[in-house]
């Protein structure tokens, strides 16, 4: 794969790897040996980081905290990271009157189905669900859809692809917003507070 990726590049070969697995692959070190002989410069560390490194067992230890207070009750340890994080973003003041809940199904969030065609009824009806949901405290009133999209099952699959564009139009006929993160994204707390902010203006 790397010599097809490394044939194949035109103008820039970007490389991502974790610096704790480099040791295990001899093809990924001798290759980033060969880049930092021919210039030094083009090997950096990157300062970027994303609580979805939580989903690998080598991760940053800036990120332990966080680690040891990962919960939920979703299969989906990426379901489970975000699920905590969004309990510490609603405890900022200017989030007092949200709240979020886990795994609603679209004929709860929407038993009114008037406003939608036939084929966006049927999908209501069926098994949908939005991963989290952040209402309004007092007026109940649902404001934000989040999703958590992992990359290997969505980006590849045109048919779920084309679910979460429904579900999304869905959504939005009922004057809510949709935040899809994927788990390859980073900045997910500046992704979800963007947004928050934006609905809140």
Avoid: C
Wanted: no cysteine; aromatic share 8%; glycine share 2%.
């Amino acid at each position: 794969m790397i010599n097809v990726a490394v044939s194949r590049a035109r103008e820039k070969f970007i490389l991502v790897t974790n610096h704790n697995e480099v040791p295990r692959s001899k093809v990924i070190k001798a290759l980033i040996d060969y880049v930092r002989y021919q210039d030094p410069d083009q090997v950096t560390e990157s300062g970027v980081l994303s609580v979805f490194d939580l989903l690998y067992q080598e991760y940053s230890e800036r990120l332990s905290e966080f680690a040891s207070r990962v919960h939920g009750g979703s299969k989906y340890k990426s379901e489970n990271i975000v699920w905590t994080l969004l309990k510490d973003v609603l405890k900022d003041p200017a989030y007092d009157l949200l709240e979020v809940v886990s795994q609603v199904r679209l004929r709860d969030l929407m038993p009114d189905t008037d406003r939608l065609n036939e084929r966006q009824k049927k999908f209501v009806r069926s098994t949908s669900a939005v991963d989290f949901a952040i209402y309004h405290k007092v007026s109940k009133r649902m404001l934000l859809a989040i999703e958590v999209n992992g990359t290997e099952y969505h980006e590849d699959n045109p048919e779920q692809q084309a679910r979460d564009e429904l579900k999304a139009q869905i959504i939005s006929v009922y004057g809510a917003d949709m935040l899809s993160l994927r788990t390859n994204d980073s900045n997910i707390e500046s992704m979800i507070r963007d947004r928050l902010d934006r609905i809140l203006a």
